[in-house]
Structures are given as C-alpha cells and as structure tokens.
C-alpha cells in the first residue's frame, strides 16, 4: 500500500483496497420529483432542441468504482440513457470492475473514456495535471453544469483546483473522518471486550493479545498488503512533505518518515509482529481489510464516519464493531476526491451535462449508484425513501456492487435499511463540526520536482510496507530508507511544497 493510505483521512471504511473508508458539505437534498424537474428545465436550457437532432447520440463512457457484471453494467446505462437521449442526444456507458492500473493505461494511451473518478489515495490530481491528461473543468461547469457549479462551495472547488484551474467535481460524502478501527461483534460478545475503552494504541494491544490466545482469527489484518491509516497527519496531496498533526496547526511541512510519530508507530508494529498480533504474510495479502476479517481476522485501522458500521459490516459479510481513536478531521485529500474528465475526451461539455445529471438528478443517481429496482435493490419504506437488496441477494450478489461514498453525489440518493433515516443529515453535520487542517483548500503543483517524486516513489515502495505491517526491523532499516530517500531528494521536495504552501497561506489566511 502506498503511504499516502496511510495519512489519508478522508477514506470511508468500505473502500474497494482499504478499511472503513470538508470543506462545509452541502447536503443536496431535496424529493427525487423536484430535483429531476429541475435538472430537467437546466437540460431544456442547456440545450437546443437536441433530441430532435439527426446526429447519432455521443457515448459518455463512464468508469464506477467497484465491481459488476457486464450484464449489470449494460442495464443500469440503458436506463440512464433512456433519459440522456431524450435530453441531451447522448448515450451513457458505465464500466465496473477497473482497476487503477487499468484506468492509468486508459488516461496514457488515450482510449476512449469521458468521465472517470479520482480517489484521492490511488491518483494524484497533481500528476495527472502535470502530465496533461485532465481537461479543466473552469469553463465548462457555469456554462454547462451550471446546478453542480451553483451548488458547491467555493472552499471546496479549491481542493479540487491546481495553478487556478478546476479539473474535477467534489463528490458530495463524507469530506472527513474521525479515525479508528472496526472489530468483529461476536469476538466481543466472547470476550467480553468493552470497545468503547479502547481510545489508546496500548488499548488496543490488550484487545489483539486476548484474540489471539482465545479464538481462532488474525488478530490485526492488512488491507491489500498495507496497513490503514488513521493518524491525524495531513499528507499534502501525495504524503511527500506533511503535516505531522492537524490538531497543532503547525504549517511546517517535514519528512513523515523522520517524524516521531511514524518511527514510533512502526517500532510498535515490529513488536507487534514479534508477538503475533498481525496476521502473517499481511504485505502480500490482495484483498481488502473487510474481505480478510470476513475470512479469517478480527480487527483492523481505518476511518469513521456516519453510517460507516453498517456498511463495513455489509462488506465483511460479518456483523462489526467501530470505535474512535482521534476525532474527526478534514484536509483537501478528503474533498479532492472527485470525478474527472480526460483530456482525451472528445467532447467534454456532452460529460460535463453526464455529470450535472449525476450530481442533481436523484432518480438517475439512484440508477447509477444502486441499478435498477426489484433486480439489484427493492424499496423497504418507499415514503422514506429506504431502499435493501432483493430478497436471498446481498452486496455481493446482486451483480452491481454499490459504494455510494463512490458516485459524485450520494446525498440525494435513497438510505439503506439499518441506517437512520437522517443519515444525510448526520453526514453534513459530521462533516461541517470536524477540524479543518490549516492547509485545507492547499494543492500542490509538482511539476517542479517529478523526477525527485519518482525517485522517491521507487524508494518508498521497497521498505514502508514491511516498516509499518512489522516484517523489517525499524533499527535496521530505517536509517537505511531515510539515507536512500535523501539521495533521492525528498529534501527538495520538501523545500518546494514548503515555498507553495507558505504563499498559499499568506494569501488564503
């Protein structure tokens, strides 16, 4: 896992590769009638007579994060397309099932793609924009997405801005995070465990020790070979240069790997390994944090949120448990996730509107997010807009797997059963009460230094793993990593998101 999974803080618990993963967020709410009639009159205006065109419909082709058959796929864009070609002679086709690695070959080669999103803990808005591959957003969005412009903030189109240009949409979720961890509930019913004590790394030692003398299950498990992150740092968009800790509002950008902070946390987790706390082969493991407590662990790291108990419990097919280690915070990582068009896109205004429509309309984002009605979800309570998966099918059966956290607006989509009904609610509040970083709104421009980042990428990738699961001695290895990550040139990478963040703050402050 790269670092950057570890400061990252604004990550639900139910990420595809992680755990249980702002600026004010707004709620978006309003009935599905009111916001399709008024997404429809902004289309009518936006438009001029194009359902009446000759021309073939253009192909928005969309990539939604997580997975889904094929079948799935062509249904949900059928459906949204309905409505599209009627609106905006324009046809949408949703992928699934992309992997990061896939989505970077698509954004290098030029493939055809219009809209894709970026998380913010596998992409770095900054390089794509130094290497040319996102078109910007600046002048596309009050002429042809002008609800969504209208709609977010100003304070977080910043998080989503570099050298003056907007290049993506700010999904509407939870835009921070109080860090923490999740357990297995019927290890706790055995064990008597009193979640609500554990507030302490020590306390959390106590609770792993007793799992692993009295049950079966790995005591702490990895997350797609990483460990997760919840210490409350702000990694500056890419975790080369951070701030050690957002509470202190020092805006001084330091190495991570010389804090004390991460010494001490991977000096605690070689120990940890020593005594059998950590699952074994936790750097090799391919499958999500949930997916391995499903199977076969007990606890793991990750970030809180509203909601956020029943929708890891939902991926680890497992009831669990959630508690809070640091309150909530938020920092631009946490809002820069967003959807984004490419460079390559042929027509950027047609995926503009594509996203206006997922931002606003509640009936297409419903489509988008869930799939379709009595096939991958049913409404439990249709007066309150609460919807569950079909009888006999679950997150993992329906063929459309569902991270609402994932789709650029969830707040005008319906709840799920289990979860309160105010869910929205909570989520806005939850997101406007967390402490703001004092660097929040700050992106960096790393064209300066890509070959220093590259360099430092290529270092990174050979020891962190091993340092922070407790596979590499840290008295061995770390003076080690710190002399190769100098030679490097962190140091210079350093100094350089130091200048832009001091004249971000002089003129922000």
Known sequence: MKMRKLLSLGVSFVLVCSLLAGCAGESGGGSADSGTQAVQESAKEDTDSVSSSDEEP???????????????????????????????????????????????LMLTSGEKLDLFPLMTWEMSMSNLVSNGQLCSMTELLPEHASQTWESISEADWKCVTVNGEIYGVPMNKDKSSNSGFAIRKNVVDQLGIDVDAIKTLDDVEEVLTQVRDNTDYYPLVSSNGGLQGFLPCDDLGDGWGVLENI??????????????????????????????????????????????????????????????????????????????????????????????????????????????????????????????????????????????????????????????????????????????LDLWDQLTEFNESAH???????????????????????????YVNGLELGVLNPDETIPVFIEELKAAGIDTIIAEKQAQLDAWLAKNN
Not at 83 to 102: A, F, P, S
Not at 348 to 373: C, H, R, S
Not at 442 to 455: K, P
Request: charged share 20%; glycine share 6%.
């Open 58 to 104: 253009y192909v928005v082709k969309i990539i939604a994060y997580g997975d889904g058959t094929t079948e799935a796929a062509k249904a949900v864009s059928e459906a949204i397309s309905e409505k599209t070609r009627e609106l905006y002679n324009i046809e949408v086709e949703i992928m699934k099932g992309y992997t990061v690695d896939q989505l970077n």
């Open 247 to 420: 509470f202190d509002d020092d805006p001084t950008v330091v190495n991570w790997f010389e804090t004390d902070t991460w010494t001490d946390l991977v000096h605690r987790m070689y120990d940890w390994n020593q005594k059998g706390l950590i699952m074994p082969d936790a750097t090799s493991n391919t499958d999500s944090s949930m997916t391995t407590i499903g199977a076969v662990g007990c606890f793991t790291f990750g970030q809180l949120k509203p909601g956020v108990t029943r929708q890891a419990s939902a991926e680890a097919g497992t009831e669990l448990l959630t508690g809070e280690l640091y309150p909530a915070v938020s920092t631009t990582n946490q809002v820069a996730s967003c959807y984004c068009i490419p460079a390559s896109c042929e027509q950027p205004e047609k995926a503009m509107q594509i996203l206006d429509l997922l931002y606003n309309d509640p009936e297409v984002a419903n489509l988008f997010t869930n799939g379709i009605e009595g096939e991958h979800w049913v409404y439990t309570d249709k007066e309150n807009n609460v919807i569950d998966y079909p009888e006999g099918k679950d997150a993992n059966s329906t063929g459309y797997t569902v991270f609402s956290w994932a789709v650029p607006n969830q707040m005008i989509t319906p709840v799920r059963e289990g979860d309160p």
């Open 436 to 462: 703001n970083s004092i660097a929040k709104g700050f992106t960096w421009d790393n064209s300066a230094v890509l070959n220093e980042i590259t360099a430092c990428e290529n270092v990174r990738t050979k």
